[in-house]
């Protein structure tokens, strides 16, 4: 658990600093003075890794530094792991956050409507807001309020003039990076279907995480991708490199390179990072001759349904889908964050990220964890232990239904018994 303040609601930093104490972004173990001067044990990380395949790192010789490179990581993209009609690749080193930020508004300029959800990422709030389009929020996950919305829209026309919308975008994330939770897209899909809306999906969390073989919310309740008019995602996590990708019918990525700014403006990715992002590709896909992705993917859902079940067996509230790697743990008490970090950093040097106003409500801050496949069993019981002990001293274990991993013995001798 790389170490972060609070922050507006689902920011991602590469980064993440706990007052003035540096924490490494690797979830690769105990860490000794390797790259910072803390002894911190490691669960997450905001540049996460939920596959690790930061540890497959592609070292590229001079002789693949040229085109090929980025010729070849377009199709592998396009081929294998995101099966669309087009593909728009990472334009340079854009964090996630600015490729939202970039693209949004070619879809939906003015004349246009956006139904967003309530918890979407910064990046999409801010892409949606720069726009022109009109803008309304929809409960979060709530398929009736969505519904609602869409029916309004028909009806009702563009305020004052009453024309048509000359589009409908529905904006949703496939995991939301502060509450855990998934998209319920089966349903999202039937409403965009009845109602001739698009949909914009972005797969920063579950991409690589979710789904038989990992490629995302859309095999995870298992969908054709074509229901989804545009995916995007980052290769900072599951990918271990940096950038971008978006991806949708070939016009539309045509369209896309012709008229962004960040095609225009911005730099090609680097071959390195390119390279890493096809090994990393190649290993989930199986490309590479072995079985590792596949494990990875499978370790990785066990290690998120063990954390999540020790979690509630422990007795505190965790938020979003078991299925989910992104485990938010409730604090509530804003006075309670601090403590929360500072002890479990002091006392077992173990790095977590809390989040507090305005990232989250008032009255709603929270730990978040985010799980990877290569962390161990060892691992996890080492941080669950730790958080038992934090959560009976801060007085955290919120749950009604706990049981604790470290139950106090008695001696049945010394019970006297009523008559």
Not at 88 to 111: D, E, K, N, T
Not at 356 to 373: D, K, Q, V
């Amino acid at each position: 658990m790389s170490c972060g303040v609070g922050r507006r609601r689902g920011s991602d930093p590469a980064l993440l600093w706990l007052w003035h104490r540096p924490a490494a972004t690797v979830p690769i173990g105990p860490l000794y003075s390797i790259v910072y001067i803390y002894h911190i044990f490691l669960i997450q990380s905001s540049v996460d890794g939920h596959l690790g395949c930061f540890r497959v790192l592609a070292i590229v010789n001079s002789a693949a530094m040229n085109m090929w490179v980025h010729v070849s990581f377009s199709r592998k993209v396009l081929s294998g792991y995101m099966p669309k009609s087009g593909i728009a690749g990472s334009y340079g080193s854009f964090l996630h956050y600015l490729f939202g930020l970039c693209f949004i508004g070619l879809f939906s300029p003015q004349g246009c409507l956006i139904l967003s959800d309530e918890l979407n990422h910064a990046s999409l709030v801010l892409g949606a807001r720069l726009s022109g389009a009109t803008i309304r929020i929809f409960k979060h996950n709530n398929v009736q309020s969505l519904e609602k919305l869409l029916r309004d829209a028909i009806i009702y026309g563009q305020p004052r003039t009453r024309r048509a919308w000359k589009k409908i975008l529905i904006l949703v994330e496939g995991i939301y990076s502060m509450e855990g939770s998934i998209v319920y897209l089966p349903q999202i899909v039937a409403l965009k279907k009845k109602y001739k809306a698009y949909l914009y999906i972005d797969e920063a969390h579950s991409i690589g995480s979710l789904g038989p073989t990992g490629r995302g919310v859309v095999e995870f309740f298992g969908m054709d991708p074509r229901d989804v008019d545009v995916c995007m995602g980052t290769f900072t996590k599951s990918f271990g490199a940096s950038g971008g990708y978006l991806a949708g019918r070939k016009d539309l990525v045509d369209y896309l390179r012709a008229h962004s700014h960040s095609a225009a403006y911005a730099t090609s990715m680097s071959p390195p990072v390119a390279e890493q992002i096809i090994r990393s590709m190649k290993l989930i896909m199986g490309l590479d001759g072995t079985t590792q992705g596949l494990q990875r993917v499978q370790q990785l859902a066990k290690n998120t349904r063990y954390f999540r079940q020790r979690l509630s067996q422990l007795g505190f509230i965790i938020y979003g889908n078991e299925a989910s790697p992104v485990v938010p743990l409730l604090l509530y008490m804003p006075a309670k964050v601090a403590a929360f970090a500072r002890h479990l950093l002091n006392r077992y040097k173990i790095g977590v990220v809390v989040v507090g106003f305005p990232a989250t409500p008032l009255a709603e801050a929270r730990a978040r964890f985010c799980i990877s496949a290569t962390h161990t069993r060892e691992m996890l019981d080492k941080v669950l232990e730790a958080l038992d002990e934090i959560g009976d001293l801060l007085h955290v274990k919120y749950s009604r239904h706990r049981k604790s991993a470290r139950p106090e013995l008695y001696d049945e001798s010394s019970f006297e018994l009523e008559d």
